[in-house]
């Protein structure tokens, strides 16, 4: 029966690359307000049906919360939208007088987009809205449990593209979805963006195909002696509990200084956090972690604290937002180290900032690298330090993580896949957007003869460029080039 089922999820892929192939091609002959106004029926659709998507979600999933899907979807269909619509992504995108170059954008072709369970619906609309935008045809593969609201947000983007003049096959779903099905769409796509486990990602960058994936997140919050205190825990308190944490850059931890620990952590109980030790802690961790993994129990996946505390047997305060739990020590052995994906925050004390810096780059090291790092203070210079040195896409100032994150309360580009660079195994270390889906075609004109090059490199080399005898390092070919350059800058 399961062969059966892979067999049928594989024939399915490759029905849906050949239909997606052939409406692509129909909307590669349209022109930018063609296309624009295709996107703007995508996202009206998915604006006026939030709610619905949201509750949808919620019933698949039993994840995070109906109120906060319902932003995440607006999120989509608006700011992301509005991100993006004025952009040029159909045929001539730049002139440069200067450098006589034209730039055309040209599609990819079919996306891949591989969907998860935390944010279904949101990530789809997110998806459909880039893909589209830059001339693409996007086939859904969703996570088995979200099947049924990802499936009806594909038919509500669909249907608003080809009312608006789109071929259909635009957007489709996998509604077969297996390993081996999603495999197949992979291997015959053009791109595929990867929003999911590391699993998938990585089977997405073993796929063939030219890939965007993410990593896990892991998100280290440091609170800084410098710090508004009272709006740090704030701003992390709404983070963590948006959507139950479901969102990959929500904190996991919170690392703070010895000198303000005291109040910190008064903060914290104060606005809704409760600290467990104990007895309590060993009976959170007895759930915390998947069975034999040291991945996060799918069972505390996107619930609230009291979900969670009535899930491991013990009784905490009805107001509980966040549940904390002090640590020092970072790995598998301490399940409050890892992502968790839920209202549960580690909490790290060190004696300085240098110490507490060691401690992020730990809980990164151990499961978040090159994804983001949250720091509350009022320190600029430390913000440098920060920024130069640690290895993260995203470091995240005074603000949630989550909403800074994704690009909701800071400049980033609004998306819901979030690269984490090489360092975290990401081809990219963006936040994915329209531009992530086209290429770019140069038309370059000549500025200058060959033969002019050569003397110029000549006349370098008989000339203070080149050093005595002749034997050139570095910083004597650095020098020689901008000579050149300063050249034919003035020829053209």
Known sequence: MELDKDLASIQEARDLVKKAKAAQAVLAEMDQQQVDRIVAAMAGAAERNAQKLAQMAVADTGFGKESDKVVKNLFA????????????????????????????????????????????????????????????????????????????????????????????????????????????????????????????????????????????????AFIERTADIQSAVRRIIASKTFDNGTICASEQSVVTESCIRDEVIAQFKRQGGYFVSGEEQRKLEAVMKRPGADTVNPRIVGKSALDIAKLAGITIPQDTKVILCEQDKVGKDYPFSIEKLSPLLAFYTEPDWQHACEKCLELLRFGGIGHSLSIHTNNPELVRTFVLKKPVSRLLVNTGSTQGGIGATTGISPSFTLGCGAVGGSATSDNVTVHHLYQIRRAAYGLIEPEDVSKMAGGCQQSACAPAGGNLNADDMERIVQAVLRQVRGLS
């Open 77 to 220: 269909a608006r700011t992301v939208y509005n991100c993006i619509k004025d952009e040029k992504t159909i045929g001539i995108i730049h002139e440069d007088t200067a450098k006589k170059m034209l730039e055309v954008a040209i599609p990819v072709g079919v996306v891949a987009g591989l969907v998860p369970s935390t944010n279904p619906t949101s990530t789809t609309i997110f998806k459909a809205l880039i893909s589209v935008k830059a001339g693409n045809a996007l086939i859904v593969s969703p996570h088995p449990s979200a099947l049924n609201c990802i499936g009806e947000a594909v038919r509500i983007l669909n249907a608003a593209a080809m009312e608006a003049g789109a071929p259909d096959g635009l957007v489709t779903m996998m509604t077969i979805p297996t390993i081996g099905g999603t495999a197949e769409l992979m291997k015959r796509s053009n791109m595929i963006i990867a929003t999911g486990g590391s699993a998938m990602v990585k089977a997405a960058y073993s796929s063939g195909t030219p890939a965007l994936g993410v990593g896990p997140g892991n998100v280290p």
